[in-house]
């Protein structure tokens, strides 16, 4: 798979899934981000990128829409929220509920 079809894929998960999570099985930011989600009860979809052959061209696609190729890359509603320490904080602050309740 190239970076167009990569491009395609990636959109197309964004598109399809409320919240969804481009995660890594290792990152301990991933799971930060997986335990605020889980923390409201939010219902996501997670694809742990790590084993997939196209692991980097998804990590490039990322970084042009987020700038950062880091994981986890979480996104609600279509929209990019961050990583894992910001997740973290917006659970803290309370406004993580409200996004994942905003469907």
Avoid: W
Wanted: with cysteine; glycine share 6%; charged share 30%.
């Amino acid at each position: 798979m190239g970076r167009a079809e990569a491009e395609i894929f990636v959109k197309e998960q964004i598109e399809s899934n409320f919240i969804f999570v481009f995660s890594m099985t290792f990152c301990p930011y991933c799971t930060m981000a997986k335990k605020a989600l889980d923390a409201v009860n939010a219902t996501y979809t997670v694809l742990e990128i790590e084993d997939r052959v196209d692991c980097e061209d998804i990590q490039d696609v990322l970084e042009d829409m987020t700038g950062a190729r880091t994981v986890p890359r979480v996104f609600i509603n279509r929209k990019f929220i961050g990583g894992g320490t910001d997740l973290k904080m917006l659970h803290e602050n309370g406004e993580l509920e409200k996004l994942v309740k905003s469907s």
